[in-house]
Every structure is written in C-alpha cells, then in structure tokens.
C-alpha cells in the first residue's frame, strides 16, 4: 500500500513540474482541501477540529482571542474588560459598530450589542431556552469544562456593556472565552427565525460578524463563503473562499497538485516529505498544543482494572508508532499535556516498552484470552496523522502478549456519533488545545463533567483528580497551578485511563503562489489574510 502511494505521488510530481495549472487564473478566490464535513456550522456545538477549521474564525468572533506572539489577550468584539478580585465577575465593553452577515432570510437592522452577547450564552446555560436544543443540541466544551453550571448569569449592563457572574472562581475563564467556541451569535436573526418556526436555519444558514459570510454547503462536497466587506477588521484578501471536502489525503495531494485546491489540509507525514523538492508546493508546518492517546472505556470490564490498563500502555511501542506514523512531525508522549505547555513535567516519567511487565499484569489480574476492539476515525488529525495505521501497529503489539484486537473505523461525522452510544473497548483519539491554558487539557479530556459532554471517551471519573483540577482552577499562583498539575499527572499514572501516544505538528500545503498563512499553536485555521499571486513561469 505504501510503495503504491509512493508511486503515485511521485507521478504526481511530475505532473506538477511538467505544467502550471494556476498560471492565469484569477487570484481572487481560495480553494482549501478539506479533510472532512463540519459537525455544526456553530463552534458553540462541537469540539471537532474539523468543524473550527472550516467555521469558527471564518463566520464568527468572540469577545477577545490569545496571540501567542504578544503572549496576552487581545480585544475582538470587547475593546476591554475587567475582572474583580474573587474571579467571579468578568465586565465586558463591547466594540461600536460592528455588523452582522445578512443572507436571503435577513438583513440585520443593528450592529452588535449585549443582547448579542446574553443571547449567545443563555441559550447555553438555560434549558428551556428555545434555543437551547437547536442544531447538535450539544455544548460539549463548555459542558465538559463545567462552565456553564459555574455561570450563574450573563447580564446586559447598557447596550454596549455585558456582565458574567460565576459561581466560583475560574482563573481559567479568560482563556475559555478567548477560544474558538465562544463566538457571538445574532439575538435579532434568532428572534426573526424563531417567529417564522423556521429555528433550523439558524446553523444550516449561519449569521456571524466574521471576515466570510455563509453562501452554501453541499454535504461531501463542498463549502462556500463570500467576503463579507463590512468586517469590523481587515476585510479578507480574497473575495471567495471555497472548501473542497475530501476525506482522502491522497486525492487531496492530487487535487492541490491539479490546482482544483489551493491549500490542502493534514497530509500524511510521507507525502509531505517526497513533496520536498517540489518547485510549485511548499509545505507549511508548526509544533502544535496537541496529544494523540489510545482511550480505555473504563466502564466495561476487565478495562476497569487498572492494572488491564497500564498493561496495554506497556505492550505498545510508541517509539516504532512515532517513527512509522510521524516521522519527523511527531514525538513520544510522555504526559498529557505537550512539551509547549508550561504546565508539563519537568520529569516526566518515561514510561518504557515492557510487553513482559504488561504480560505479568494482565497475569496478576487474572486475565486471559482478552479480546477488545480499537474504534479510530478514518481521518487524519493534526494529533494523529494516521490513526488506523497507528491501531495496526497497536494490534500487532497486543497480539505479541495474547490480546486480540480488532480494528473498527467509520466516516468522521458517523464515528463520533457511535462513540456516543459507548458501545466501544477503546478508541484511539486525542485533543487540541483550544487555548494556552493547562486545564483545557484536563478538565476537556478527563472531568467529570466531560463523561456528559462526550469528550472523556475513558468514561473515568476520579474525585481525588477532580479536586485538584478545581483546586488549580480558583487558583492565579502558576507555581501553585504547576504542583497541583503535577499531581493530578501522578494520579494518570497510576489509573491509566489513556495511554499517551504523541504529540504532532500542525501540517498544511499550498502552492508557492500562495502567501500570508499563519497558523497558531490552537484554534482553528484563518484564512482571511491569505491570497494568491498569478505563477510567472
């Protein structure tokens, strides 16, 4: 199967040399390789990568965002804020005069207010709200961080000033609010749709304030975005920005090599690197704030013995998954956290490949013959570029000390939706940081709370680990944050809900003629500020 892929790109190659088929063609429209459909159109609905790359920083903004260059947060909808000294009150003064999309249904009447901002949390937090069960119906980040049980209110104070008030304190509130799932809704457009019974259209025909507005969508197909020329910020620097769903990294290979993509999204490890020596497509790479972990669902026997799991993290050789899946873009996860957190151990335990200590435990807990299934998405992810490869290798590990496993994989969208039904042994996934705090980390994957939300896949709840995470979480002292981190490590340790696999860089392709991309170390991708030139050879 490789060599064959090899062989193709590399014809591929040289049908990329022999020709140039952008040469011409008009530098006002983007076309992007997309690895998959969106889940929502609304950030708010879903934790999927996929999902953010395609909507959250193209429709939408929030109220601020996180540069990493300046290493603070910056003004977006709010010009500033400010925050009492308990860490339960966050005030907000929003920007003046920034519009909303308009579509065939509406035309907004009013630029953004606090009515905006109430709207777009309180359809969160209260249950009967009318549209607390539109689209997904779901909230999985802020249910899995257990924001929306400490958000007691979100109040308009005047029409450009908004308070949130939490029950506790939530150092970790900023940050939660400066990600890529906070964005800021149209209360007007809901209002209209909703006395029209017509509250579906609210995510099929989404209305935001971003550099794009929504055009259309073609399930499988495609997305269309349109320049929306009224943006608060910078207008986008192409007119039209096109989507190109295509869940195979080969054929997106082809496609960026063809012209039909301008950009082209998660390339496996070895296409990017036979791509090298391309003249026409560059690769364009970053460390990323991610982990890829193999997840055991906890509540299904004998994988409620801890001991069942940390003899399954010793079996597997995470060096040779590295190596075969990564290359030189990933690296062995020794935590759950990435070496770019300033929360990672600074000893971390470099937990070896030990298939006699894991044939002991399994000994020890009286287990033999066990047969278990290993669910993987059949895309690739920024964390994992190659996951059903990565669960080949896992099965031979595990075949090698007498656990078979068999290897299940559906479309992205079909995959999650299964995991929701829990009718799986173990699932290999992993997480990206939405934000530079640790607890997005924590809380997101292995809370409580995120057993509900459908992102601790281990289905584990632990209250010694839960005390800690809400102990660093009331907490501004980073060395005390760093020592109650470091604890809660020592309990995965022992529990072993997940076993860490890797940490990968972020991944993209474009031709040369394509400029101004920049990815962050979180969030999802921004393509308002690139644009192509005309190819001159």
């Not at 620097?237 to 082209?264: E, M, Q, W, Y």
Request: glycine share 4%; proline share 5%; hydrophobic share 40%.
């Amino acid at each position: 199967m490789l060599a064959m892929r090899q062989l193709l790109v590399s014809s591929l190659l040289i049908i990329l040399a022999a020709c140039s088929p952008q040469s011409g063609q008009s530098p006002s429209g983007l076309v992007y390789c997309l690895e998959g459909n969106p889940e929502a159109f609304n950030p708010q609905q879903t934790t999927s990568g996929t999902t953010l790359d395609a909507t959250a920083l193209h429709l939408y903004n929030s109220l601020l965002s996180y540069s990493p260059k300046e290493a603070a947060f910056v003004p977006e909808l709010a010009t500033h804020w400010q925050i009492n000294a308990s860490l339960t009150e966050y005030v907000f003064h929003l920007r003046d005069d920034v519009k909303f999309h308009h579509n065939e249904l509406f035309t907004p009447s009013r630029t953004v207010n606090a009515d905006d901002v109430v709207f777009s949390f309180q359809r969160m937090i209260d249950n009967n709200h009318p549209f607390y069960n539109e689209g997904l119906g779901q909230y999985p980040f802020f249910q899995g961080l257990g924001i929306l049980q400490n958000l007691i209110d979100v109040e308009a104070l005047s029409p450009q000033q908004v308070k949130f008030t939490l029950a506790q304190p939530d150092v970790t509130f900023l940050s939660n609010l400066a990600s890529a799932f906070a964005v800021i809704l149209s209360k007007e457009y809901a209002d209209l749709l909703q006395q029209q019974n017509n509250i579906m259209a609210f995510s099929q025909m989404p209305i935001g304030t971003g550099p794009y507005r929504f055009i259309e969508y073609n399930k499988n197909q495609f997305i269309r975005y349109q320049r929306h020329d009224n943006y608060f910020k910078t207008v986008a620097s192409t007119k039209h920005l096109v989507f190109d769903i295509t869940p195979n990294s080969t054929r997106r290979l082809a496609k960026l090599v063809s012209g039909d993509c301008d950009l082209s999204a998660l390339p496996q490890a070895r296409e990017a690197k036979l791509l090298e020596t391309s003249k026409k497509v560059k690769t364009v790479n970053r460390p990323d704030l991610n982990v890829a972990f193999w997840s055991f669902n906890t509540e299904r026997p004998p994988l409620d013995n801890p001991k069942v799991r940390q003899a399954l993290d010793l079996a597997i050789n995470k060096k040779a998954i590295i190596d075969s899946v990564y290359g030189k873009t990933g690296q062995i996860a020794y935590s759950l956290l990435p070496p770019l957190s300033w929360a990672h151990p600074k000893t971390a335990p470099t937990q070896s490949f030990d298939p006699i200590t894991a044939k002991a435990l399994l000994t020890e807990a009286g287990i033999d013959n066990l047969n278990i299934n290993i669910w993987v998405p059949n895309v690739a992810r920024a964390y994992n570029p190659n996951a059903y490869r990565t669960a080949e290798l896992i099965t031979q590990d595990l075949a090698k000390i007498g656990i078979q496993a068999q290897i299940v994989s559906y479309d992205w969208s079909v995959f999650l939706g299964k995991l929701n039904e829990g009718n799986y042994d173990t699932a290999l996934l992993g997480w990206s940081a939405d934000n530079a705090d640790p607890d997005n980390f924590f809380s997101s994957t292995l809370s409580c709370a995120a057993i509900a939300s459908g992102n601790n896949r281990s289905k584990w709840c632990h209250l010694a680990f839960e005390k800690l995470l809400q102990q660093a979480a009331k907490s501004n002292d980073k060395q005390l944050r760093y020592q109650l981190y470091l604890q809660a490590h020592q309990i995965l340790e022992q529990q072993k809900p997940m076993s860490y696999i890797g940490h990968g860089e972020r991944l993209l392709l474009s031709h040369k003629n394509v400029h101004g991309l920049e990815i962050d170390s979180f969030s999802g991708i921004s393509l308002d500020k690139v644009f192509k030139t005309r190819d001159q050879d």
